[in-house]
Each structure stands twice: as C-alpha cells, then as structure tokens.
C-alpha cells in the first residue's frame, strides 16, 4: 500500500502528464530517453496506485515532465495553512513542509514550543549546513551564507502568518550578521567575489531607493 507521500507522487504525476498534454505512451518514451524505461503498460498500474515510485524513478519522473523533485512529493496547489500529511503521525502545514524541502528551516518551526533559544539556534545552525550544498573552494562559506540569507529573506517576504514572521525575522538578522563576518574572507579570493557577484543577484531588490534622499539634501 502507497503511504501518503507516494500518493501525493501519483497524484502530481497524473496531474503534470495531464497538464503537459501528454499519454502514458508519451510519458513511456520520455524516460527511456532518460536511460529510465518504463513500460506504459508498468505507467498504468502507477496511476492506478498499485506501483511504487523509487528515489530514481522520481528523479526520472521529475526531469521527464520538467519539474524539481519536490514538486512530485508536496501537494502544489494547496493553500499555505492546510495541512500536508508527511507521514501517518506528522502533518504540517503546507507552507512549512515547503520551507523544510527547499532547505529553508528546520521541522517543526518551534516557535512557542519552550524550546531553549540557544538549542533551537544550534539546531537551525545544523539544518543549514547539512540541508543545502557545500559547495567548495575558497571563500564558499561567504557565498553558502548569501544564498541562504537570500532564501531567509524570501521566505520572510512571503508569509502572512505573523508568528511565523517573527521568527523568519530573527532568523534573518542572524544571516545578516553572519554574512558580514565571511565577506572580509571572501573579498580575497577571486574567484569567490565572482560567486558572490552570482548570489547577490538572487536578493529581492529593494523596494525604496535609499540612496536618493541623501543626494538630493546634499
């Protein structure tokens, strides 16, 4: 029997090949031409929810119908309060359980839980250093630091909830303060101020010109 994340994959694959305006047979041809060949015939008994999808066949699934893996494995077209079920005894909100895959924030928030401040600290420190890339070369903690300052930031953006706001709001005072620490470092290396230049690109542009005002009371 499915569980309810091999359900939602079901569910997301029916409905992209539905939306790609493409059969089962094309579908079919698609991941053989991956190198992933599955049978149509196989593809009929996945919509009818009597197959199981594998960690290669998501893979798979996801590249053929042009979507990221976790656009297969959470609902997309729910509102951000409802409730996604992750296993039989977790279920979350929507919103979170995006954050949480896109390696934004740890689960569960905790925000209110009596938590201690320095173990939920040490624990966000955790998720962001084992949840995303680490990608090498010198100065990449500088760049590792501005991505994920600019995911925080579009995170704090788009949510309404306010509680959620105020911890998405410490969260990125923090990022600030550890960005400003690496640049020093980073500054130094060439090929470090290059990535930075990439990252600093995926900041949401300010709203207001700051820089205006002072001009003109110059």
Not at 61 to 78: E, I, K, Q, S
Not at 116 to 140: C, H, K, L
Not at 158 to 181: F, H, I, K, Y
């Amino acid at each position: 029997m499915l569980g309810p994340v091999g359900r939602q994959v079901v569910r997301n694959i029916k409905e992209l090949t539905r939306i790609r305006g493409l059969s089962l047979r094309d579908l079919s041809a698609r991941l053989d031409e991956l190198g992933c060949p599955v049978l149509p015939s196989v593809l009929h008994r996945l919509v009818k929810e009597e197959r199981r999808v594998d960690a290669d066949d998501l893979m798979a699934f996801a590249l053929a119908l042009g979507v990221n893996p976790n656009a297969l494995l959470l609902p997309r077209d729910t509102a951000p309060g409802h409730d996604v079920e992750l296993t039989p005894e977790e279920r979350i909100s929507a919103w979170s359980a995006w954050a949480w895959a896109d390696g934004r924030i740890p689960l569960p928030l905790q925000a209110g839980s009596g938590t201690p401040a320095g173990e939920r600290f040490t624990r966000e420190v955790d998720f962001a250093r084992n949840a995303r890339p680490a990608f090498g070369g010198q100065g990449s903690e500088a760049v590792f630091e501005l991505y994920e300052l600019a995911d925080r930031l579009e995170a704090y953006l788009g949510t309404g909830d306010l509680a959620v706001r105020d911890v998405l709001r410490d969260r990125v005072l923090r990022q600030v303060r550890q960005v400003v620490l690496r640049l020093e470092e980073a500054l130094a290396d060439d090929d470090a101020a290059v990535q930075l230049r990439n990252a600093a690109g995926t900041l949401p542009a300010p709203e207001v010109d700051y820089a205006g005002p002072r001009e003109a009371g110059k």
